[in-house]
């Protein structure tokens, strides 16, 4: 099972709506699908070109890791690695990726970037639930973890 483009599209609209109304900097907006590639891209009016790598990174992380990038990243602290331990070059850290998990198995993950480290993390728990209460409605009963 994987997430479907329609969705991701609504809820990625949704989003960057809210974002719009709530004045603060523009964002983009990923959507992975379970093993890490891209299934939409939204970068606002006005988010820097560079965010479209860090976003999509986001939520390649945290499909391929099945954990929040957060997560990683205190992975990374406590066990003293480094990104390049992973020999993968499109991993990041950063927080504001989350994984989409059906049951057990990862189905996708969206990642956030444009602002704070913690505005990414909470606008991208935004993004997953919008995703999910729609995945839902069709008679699924999808998660993220934290």
């Keep these: 099972m994987s997430v ?3 969705i991701v599209a609504k809820a990625c609209q949704q989003l960057a709506e809210r974002v719009q109304r709530d004045g603060g900097m523009p964002v983009c907006l990923a959507a ?3 093993a890490g590639a891209l299934i939409h891209l939204h970068r606002m009016d006005g988010a820097p ?5 860090i976003a999509t990174g986001k939520a390649y992380t945290a499909a391929r890791m099945r954990v929040s990038t957060a997560m990683f990243r205190q992975r990374l602290l406590n066990e003293q690695l ?13 927080p504001g990726g989350l994984p989409l998990f059906d049951q057990e198995l990862v189905i996708g993950a969206v990642g956030v970037s444009g602002r704070t480290l913690e505005e990414d993390e909470r606008l991208c728990q935004y993004f997953a639930e919008g995703i999910l ?3 839902s409605h069709n008679g699924n ?3 993220t973890t934290e």
Aim: no cysteine; aromatic share 6%.
């Design 32 to 34: 992975v699908d379970h």
């Design 4 to 6: 479907s483009s329609m």
């Design 141 to 143: 009963t999808p998660s």
């Design 49 to 53: 070109e560079r965010l479209i790598s």
């Design 133 to 135: 209460s729609e995945v």
């Design 82 to 94: 480094s990104l390049a331990d992973f020999l993968d070059e499109k991993f990041t850290s950063l």
